[in-house]
């Protein structure tokens, strides 16, 4: 079945930039999707990227993706103390719109003073 | 907008008994819903999908006579999960999304579930 990989934990200092990267195996992959979960709140959308591109930028995030690799990373600029969250990498052969999403694990940013 | 409550937030129940839990999109027509479990430190599950006025598809592995799942209105789906044991104890998530909304499915924050 698909599956996807990421690293538990990330520190960084604050004002450096953060690297979260994720593998996955469904080649079907339509869509890569970058998820924050703060404690206590829903998972926020923090962006998308289609399987056809390489690369998206959203002010302070880059995401990077390496289809025959199945690598996708998400870069955050300037890290700041309120970027300390989880953030979960997740797939969908659909569109998040139609069809489930299957999730990473999750990355837990930490962010050192 | 696209704001999805669920409730309750948390609920702790006996073992034995049943607990629903609700879903709403508050200002938008959810045509579908999801309904994912969260245990500690892992990822998020998908159970089952559910489109308004349809039978829910489940995951499998997921009983369907166990957690019933309702989508009787644009902007309401229920799981009731029935006779719940302890290995029920989890964290229940639901999702929505709009048929305008193609790639994006708006998350609620969640319900924990404790049956002791």
């Known amino acids: 079945g698909e599956d996807v990989e990421q690293s538990l934990f990330l520190s960084v200092r604050e004002g450096d930039s953060s690297v979260i990267n994720c593998t996955y195996t469904?080649?079907?992959?339509?869509?890569l999707y970058w998820y924050k979960q703060e404690p206590g709140a829903g998972l926020q959308l923090l962006t998308y990227?289609?399987?056809?591109?390489d690369m998206k930028q959203d002010q302070r995030l880059t995401v990077l993706l390496n289809k025959k690799d199945k690598h996708l990373s998400l870069r955050i600029a300037d890290t700041q103390t309120g970027d300390s969250a989880i953030y979960f990498c997740a797939e969908s052969t659909l569109g998040g719109g139609a069809d489930g999403l299957t999730f990473g694990k999750g990355t837990h940013l930490i962010i050192q003073p | 907008g696209a704001v999805v409550s669920q409730h309750p937030s948390w609920v702790i129940c006996k073992s034995g008994t049943s607990v629903k839990i609700e879903c709403r999109s508050l200002?938008?027509?959810?045509?579908?819903m999801f309904w994912y479990r969260q245990f500690p430190k892992q990822s998020l599950m998908l159970m089952a999908t559910s489109n308004e006025g349809s039978k829910a598809t489940y995951e499998q592995g997921v009983e369907k006579d166990k957690f019933l799942i309702n989508h009787a209105s644009l902007t309401l789906s229920t799981l009731t999960v029935t006779s719940a044991h302890p290995e029920d104890s989890s964290f229940y998530i639901c999702s929505a999304s709009s048929a305008s909304g193609k790639h994006e499915q708006f998350f609620g924050p969640g319900t924990r579930l404790t049956v002791l």
């Open positions: 469904d080649s079907s992959s339509t869509y």
């Open positions: 990227i289609f399987s056809n591109m």
């Open positions: 200002d938008f027509q959810a045509t579908t």
